[in-house]
């Protein structure tokens, strides 16, 4: 543990200071850091980047500061190492915003003025009642209107270059005044004429209201169309709207009428809002308040989860419902969306089909991504029990490690000072009640120290579980160090993208681990030691294979130390280093026989000369190429079986247009508030249900988990799974997972993976035969 | 100098531009494969597009509730499309953005098409190249040679997408060339002459040594792209055919259903991106480790969960455990399938005599080697074909030259007489008159001592002892030493210092080992960035839909490049 060299060792993860040795760190750490909130992942995360910060400066030798390292984490680099290249900006790019728009504007204008005179013109022909007056006076009122072209002028059709005779008669365009013949002309219908004109009115003079078609024009307008049209009494055109007569339409030309026409088309569509767009919107809106709430929730729920007193289990179960209630309504929304216009008469076209199934797929994505996240909340006796629990862990921690200090610290100067300073400040922690007795602040360390990390709901059982893994992650990180002193730059790429798999798995482990309680504990310990043995022997193997000297370079005392303290797991980690790669293999006998031609390969170095020999054909094994996939390999080929009525359920819930009383609408729930909302609530996994069912009995949790003997108090559940209030549990669980496994139906069905969907429908079925009779029970 | 990264930057920006709202894509045939480079369909979700569409497709609909972003490279006919478009508006507001420079008039002529006042933005975003890594790019152009000089279209395009990616990156190169080559110095002086006539586009902040460009042409190194490669994107490319990151798997004896088409995108694919660059053999080792951890994570006995703990732990488990399954299954069905395709066309051998006849210097060990491949049935007649190309590029003035006996073998095999004239052609194309630097044959001190060392060393790898010509040039480029006379500079300026930032383009097509090669360099040296483009990436993709025997891209550019000098 030489100072100076290693950076990453001593960056205080919070504030990203640079400290030259392990002790400044913690003094730095406790001082600074003691009362704040602290979040795993955003640490792990920091300690990432400030570790990759701090090998930029090895690499490159200058002290440039890069100014954003948190956008690099989401884009992958390919081969190339990243960090030895610059950030980038955005291209070049060039506007053409202002050369377009100018020459836009003289169109624009051009066909503005083309636009407004005819509908001036329409007006003026519309405006008088044209039922009482006679043919004559029609005549000369529209030729007042617009000057017709003298019909000696125009020997042929201009359309279509027909010469007018007796038979091809001469017509007449009311708007612009031209001539054409019989076929080349239109007509405009006059509610057509009608709505043109008082389109033009409203958007001109009152904007947005769209209900009243007739409404007085507003003289004020300061165009003049405006004033123009103010002159004109819209009662006449009220009365000849009302009789309607067979020639009640006004002559025009083709391309009058097309300009009538766009006109028309771009007035609809201007009122026009979509239904899909209203939901969309909704959806969105669903959206963002999601990606509000919750990180806020999570932070909550992990601050108590571990016992921290910082936020109130009350109001946490508050925003739980919240978060959980516009999951619903993303579903739901996103489900409306997907089944609009469905029974509509003329079908949606096949791209609006399309449009509605990437919303629905994408709703999908969002609710799988992110309320698998969601943990759950401690009931409030469990809380105390965190609490308590918390408190001595924090304690014991806090022991174990001044006692490794007083082990490895031997050869510090600063030695006395120190121990002092521990020594106040261990008095100073014990006088603190809350449980917010800060973490070792070394960042490897701290990563090791699970017992103050959120979810650590069972410690004891957990440090166990835990170990090895955050143990595996200091040895890379100290392997990682040692390959970089040794310039081997593709070992430290390898290296920290171990570290980082090992980090997300991490992540994803604290996460699962609170939300499945400790039933799963059991089973997931033997799932991750295999993982972590896994990751060891490889690690090891890569590590005797490829730098045999590095082997001997064995971590520094302190790893030792620390390796020893964590109990059972040293002893582990040692049987590790002696063993062989080989019996790992034999372990996973499944994989093998799966898979003859690529474990074939097992024992052959990374060499094509010697790969030659082992890779043998699959091709020549027939069932071989199919049963390369994994899922055809498990596959049950149950049928889907149609008298389930729980199949037929969710089948109907896919389908499901008119029948908006599924439990899901969230219009219902909307709208009858109070009342309907309690009811709803329980069914779909209330955390106050929990909750109420618990404090019915606390003193039974509470003294059956005195805080020196089993400190896990899901533990103590588990053993009397007799009680009811596990009963209530579990119903809720089973409530929630019948939702959950019902989106997954939907999903796998949507990708087409129908072995999937066989497998999950069998277990959806399962799922309901447990609920009912757990209802029966009660 | 992230090739990658820059289009990507290019298209998160045109779809920040347009706002919240459902989005369309509107792309034309080019620019759709420029994206789905850089983005897949699942974080184009994420950012509101919903629909992708072709601007020239004509079965759209309306449907004015939707914000359009169309990306389009500035032909007449896109220009054309869009007027259309304009005219007669599907959607409510158009963000237009052209993959690179467009004239003044066109712009007019959209300009006064927007009657309706639909168009909202008009932009030219420079990303007019393929990105297939961060450190490589490719303009997917066939062909581009009439002769021993340029297509005029091909040499138009060229410079547009080598001048985009200059845009791209932001660099104003300084532009060196390969003498013995015309097109190459007819390139370099196009993109010059953009250069210039843009200045204002390139008038970037400058840096200490300014960045350089290397055109270089394929002709010069015509070995290359002959061998077969052994890493993981070179063969999937090679041996299956990788088109914008999708593979074809459906011609896989007993494919399921949903692995007919399957998307290696090393942006999303984890696995896909650790083992880009490994070799056949560490892949194997990999994937079994991939295996293996997804027993582990399998939830046990399925089929059966007894206990709500069972299910919980299930479902809770269950999308990492649908993303790792579909990961798995994917990247076993492509090991498998090659190295089933390995052993079929009996690689294994055909790559160590061909490796052997591109770094060795033994004729007589050789020429036997090859006509006992030769007369093995099992080896295809593309594989045949290759190895006596290489013969005949190798020891094409050899004395006691075997090659006539060989292709006499061929004949025998029945190999049609198209194919066998290709020997000939490829000579043409990449023979020693050709050639300005000495592919084969060293003839300095230094380049015999370490052809003497390294044959000393003896060879790690007998698959992969070959390195591309281009290794050597970057080598020299980096430490400066590369001879002006054999790649001078065009116009008056020079580099003094050690180029840092370097993009070499190569007429004709880049090669996957050659990109392996510049990874490599770009970790090796410090401070060097290198970017490497080619008119194409040669793999068997472009004629994948010829039947029987598929031709790498080289032999189809040495094709229509003789073909043509014979027109001429």
């Not at chain 1, 039922?131 to 004559?136: G, K, L, R, W, Y």
């Not at chain 1, 389908?655 to 729930?669: A, I, L, R, T």
Request: with cysteine; proline share 5%; glycine share 6%.
């Amino acid at each position: 543990m030489s100072t100076g060299e290693v950076k990453e060792g001593f960056i205080c993860p919070l504030c990203h200071k640079d400290l030259q040795s392990f002790y400044q760190l913690q003094d730095h750490y406790e001082e600074e850091h003691s009362g704040d909130d602290r979040h795993v992942r955003g640490q792990l995360k920091s300690l990432v980047q400030k570790a990759k910060k701090a090998k930029d400066k090895l690499l490159k030798r200058d002290g440039d500061d890069r100014a954003d390292t948190g956008s690099y984490e989401s884009f992958y680099y390919g081969g190339v190492d990243p960090y030895m290249w610059e950030p980038q900006e955005l291209g070049a790019t060039r506007n053409h915003q202002d050369y377009f728009k100018k020459h836009r504007a003289a169109r624009i204008d051009h066909y503005v003025i083309e636009v407004n005179k005819l509908l001036i013109r329409l007006e003026k022909l519309t405006s008088f009642d044209r039922t009482n007056s006679d043919v004559a006076k029609i005549r000369a009122i529209e030729k007042s209107v617009v000057p017709w072209v003298s019909d000696s002028d125009v020997p042929f059709c201009p359309d279509c270059g027909n010469k007018f005779n007796i038979r091809n008669r001469r017509h007449h365009c009311r708007l612009c005044g031209s001539i054409m013949c019989r076929k080349c002309m239109d007509f405009v219908p006059l509610p057509l004429a009608y709505k043109l004109t008082s389109g033009t009115r409203e958007s001109l003079c009152i904007p947005g209201s769209p209900g009243q078609s007739q409404a007085p024009p507003s003289g004020a307008g300061a165009s003049g169309m405006g004033s123009r049209r103010g002159s004109l009494s819209s009662l006449s055109s009220v009365t000849s709207m009302l009789e309607e007569k067979d020639d009640e339409k006004i002559r025009c030309c083709h391309h009058c009428m097309d300009t009538l026409l766009k006109r028309q088309q771009k007035l609809e569509e201007r009122d026009h809002m979509p239904d899909i767009v209203k939901l969309y919107e909704r959806l969105r809106m669903c959206m963002d308040k999601v990606d509000e709430k919750a990180p806020e929730y999570i932070k909550v729920a992990e601050s108590l989860n571990a016992g921290e007193t910082t936020y109130n289990l009350d109001s946490a179960g508050g925003l739980r419902l919240e978060v959980q209630k516009y999951y619903e309504l993303i579903d739901a929304l996103s489900k409306r969306i997907l089944t609009l216009g469905m029974k509509d008469d003329p079908a949606p076209t096949p791209k609006s089909l399309h449009l509605q199934k990437m919303i629905r797929y994408t709703a999908t994505l969002f609710v799988q991504e992110k309320l698998l996240g969601l943990m759950s909340l401690p009931t409030k006796d469990k809380y105390e029990a965190l609490k308590e629990k918390r408190k001595q862990e924090q304690e014991k921690k806090l022991q174990q490690e001044r006692l490794v200090r007083r082990f490895s610290s031997t050869h510090q100067a600063a030695q006395e000072s120190m121990r002092k300073r521990q020594e106040s400040e261990k008095n100073r922690s014990v006088a603190t009640t809350n449980g917010e007795v800060p973490p070792a602040p070394k960042p490897p360390r701290m990563t090791k120290a699970g017992g103050w990390l959120p979810s650590a709901d069972s410690k004891k059982t957990h440090s166990e579980l835990k170990d090895p893994l955050l143990q595996q992650i200091d040895n890379i990180q100290s392997f990682l160090r040692q390959a970089r002193e040794a310039q081997r730059t593709d070992e430290v790429a390898m290296l920290e993208e171990n570290l980082r798999q090992l980090q997300d798995e991490y992540d994803q482990q604290q996460t699962s681990l609170a939300i499945a309680l400790s039933q799963k504990l059991a089973q997931e310990e033997n799932l991750q030691q295999g993982e972590i043995q896994r990751l060891e022997a490889r690690e090891r193997s890569e590590w005797e294979q490829r730098a045999p000297a590095a082997d001997s370079r064995q971590p520094s005392s302190i790893w030792e130390c620390s390796l020893d303290l964590g109990e059972p797991v040293a002893g582990y980690v040692e049987e590790d280093k002696i063993g062989e790669v080989t019996p790992k293999f034999e372990r996973s006998p499944l994989s093998l026989r799966a898979f003859p031609a690529l474990a074939g390969q097992e024992e052959s170095p990374p060499r094509l000369r010697s790969l030659g020999g082992h890779v043998t054909p699959p091709s020549s094994e027939g069932p071989n190429s199919s049963s390369l996939n994994p899922f055809e390999e498990d596959s049950t080929p149950t049928e889907e079986d149609p008298s389930n009525p729980f199949f037929e359920d969710i089948q109907e819930e896919h389908k499901e247009v008119s029948n908006g009383k599924k439990e899901y609408n969230p219009f219902d729930d909307e709208e009858d508030n109070g009342g309907q909302e309690e009811p709803a609530a329980t069914s779909l996994g209330n955390p106050f249900e929990e909750e109420s069912s618990e404090t019915s009995n606390p003193f039974t949790e509470a003294s059956g988990d005195s805080p020196g003997v089993s400190t896990n108090p899901f533990e103590g559940d588990e053993d009397a799974g007799a009680l009811a209030d596990i009963d209530m549990i579990e119903e809720e669980l089973l409530l929630q997972q019948i939702d959950n496994i019902r989106a997954y139906i939907f999903d796998a069905k949507i990708n087409g993976r129908l072995d999937e969907v066989e497998l999950l429908s069998a277990n959806l079925r399962e799922l309901q035969h447990t609920l009912q009779e757990q209802k029966k029970t009660h | 100098m992230n090739v990658t990264l820059a289009v990507k930057q290019y298209v998160t920006r045109m779809i920040e531009d347009s706002g919240p709202g459902m989005k369309v894509l509107l792309m034309d045939k080019d620019t759709t494969s420029i994206v789905s480079m850089v983005y897949t369909q699942s974080e184009i979700l994420q950012k509101e597009v919903y629909l992708l569409e072709r601007i020239d497709s004509q079965n759209r609909d309306n449907m004015k509730h939707l914000k359009a972003i169309c990306y389009l490279r500035p032909t007449k006919e896109n220009v054309e499309s869009l007027i259309q478009e304009l005219r007669r508006p599907k959607y409510s507001v158009y963000f237009i953005y052209f993959s690179n420079v467009i004239s003044k008039s066109e712009i007019k002529a959209l300009a006064e098409a927007d009657e309706q006042e639909v168009v909202a933005e008009i932009q030219e975003f420079y990303g007019d190249f393929i990105a297939v890594n961060p450190h490589l790019f490719s303009l997917n152009l066939q062909g581009v040679a009439r002769g021993r000089s340029w297509d005029p279209t091909m040499l138009a395009r060229s410079t547009q997408g080598l001048t985009s990616v200059l845009l791209a990156l932001k660099k104003c190169p300084v532009i060196r060339y390969q003498l013995s080559s015309d097109m190459a110095k007819r390139l370099a002086e196009s993109v010059k002459l953009i250069i210039t006539k843009e200045y204002e586009l390139f008038d970037f902040r400058k840096t200490e040594v300014p960045p350089l460009l290397l055109i270089l042409d394929r002709s010069d190194d015509a070995i290359t792209p002959l061998l077969n490669q052994w890493t993981y994107q070179a063969m999937v490319h090679e041996l299956l055919g990788l088109n914008n990151n999708r593979i074809d798997l459906s011609r896989v004896p007993g494919i399921s259903k949903d692995l007919r088409e399957v998307v290696l995108s090393a942006d999303n694919d984890d696995f896909y991106a650790n083992n880009l660059y490994l070799n056949f053999g560490e892949i194997g080792t990999n994937i079994k480790n991939l295996m293996e951890d997804f027993q582990k994570k399998k939830p046990k006995g399925q089929q059966r969960l007894e206990s709500i703990s069972d299910m919980k732990a299930f479902v809770d488990s269950y999308p990492q455990f649908k993303k790792m399954s579909g990961a798995v299954s994917k990247h076993v069905t492509v090991v498998g399938e090659l190295s089933r395709l390995v052993a079929e066309r009996q690689l294994m051998e055909v790559s160590e005599v061909e490796q052997e006849l591109a770094c060795q210097n033994d004729h007589s060990s050789a020429q036997q080697k090859v006509r006992r491949l030769l007369r093995l049935p099992g080896v295809c007649e593309l594989d045949a074909v290759r190895l006596v190309m290489l013969y005949a590029l190798r020891y094409e003035r050899h004395s006691n030259s075997a090659l006539p006996a060989m292709m006499e073998e061929l004949a025998k095999r029945g190999v049609s007489e198209k194919y066998r004239k290709m020997v000939h052609s490829v000579v043409e194309y990449g023979g020693k008159r050709v050639r300005g630097s000495d592919l084969v044959t060293a003839t300095d001190a230094v380049a015999i001592t370490k052809q003497f060392l390294k044959g000393l060393k003896g060879v790690e790898n007998v698959y992969t002892q070959h390195q591309p010509l281009l290794q050597d040039t970057l080598d020299q480029l980096v430490k400066g030493k590369l001879r002006d006379a054999q790649f001078p500079y065009l116009g008056a300026s020079s580099l003094r210092d050690r180029p840092q930032d370097v993009l070499v383009f190569v007429v004709g097509g880049a090669t996957y080992e050659e990109a392996l090669c510049v990874y490599n360099l770009n970790r090796s040296v410090p401070g060097v960035r290198i970017v490497l483009g080619g008119t194409t990436v040669h793999s068997t993709k472009s004629t994948q839909h010829q039947e029987v025997l598929v031709l790498p891209t080289v032999l189809t550019t040495v094709l229509t490049t003789v073909h043509s000098t014979k027109r001429y």
